[in-house]
């Protein structure tokens, strides 16, 4: 609801549907759809029209529920790899009351954004580099000059052509697609 456009936060739009299991898919029939909370100070969003995520093999999880549940309100551009493809999500089961510091995860959903789309398989990247060649040492991150993030910045400001980059001897190259990509629905089995 920070980053969203101000018109998916106003209308409470879906940002993601959840499909439970078939009995706990009884209980939150209703809850299915998480929306954006217009309760959030309009003061506080950022109101964006375009966001560029930096992602890696191991973008996962909260991540990609951000990235494509987005994607149908506003231009995501991702720099990077393709991401894990971590559908689902989980809850902590325990026994008792009497063992609260003991419980098991379990997956109990997966999800899909308002599309009906899912990130299986992983979210492809507008701009694919091999993050393996590029992420020599952390201590590079938020550095202007760190490949993907100066692949980012160009990219907002407008400075960017189709060129190769170059990072500890490793040449990478990418292609300069037209739009950002999008996850595309598959047909939902009942």
Known sequence: SLIAP????????????????????????????ERFDDQVPSS???NLSRLWVLTS????????VIISG????MNVYTIGDATTGKNTG????????????????LITMSYENKNRASVAGGIPPYR?????AVYQDASDLGNPSEPLLKIALEEISGTRSTRTLEADDTTLQYTQPATPPRLIATPRQH
């Not at 987005?70 to 309100?73: A, I, S, V, Y």
């Not at 989980?90 to 995860?105: H, L, M, N, R």
């Open 128 to 132: 694919g580099y091999s993050t393996n």
């Open 70 to 73: 987005l994607q149908p309100h």
């Open 44 to 46: 506080a969003r950022l």
């Open 57 to 64: 093999q191991n973008t996962a999880s909260a991540s990609e």
């Open 6 to 33: 101000d018109a998916a936060v106003s209308q409470k739009d879906v940002l993601i549907y959840k499909t439970w299991n078939e009995e706990y898919q009884k209980i939150y029939k209703n809850e299915s759809a």
């Open 90 to 105: 989980g809850s902590v089961f325990s026994p008792d009351d009497d063992t609260e510091d003991k419980g098991a995860y």
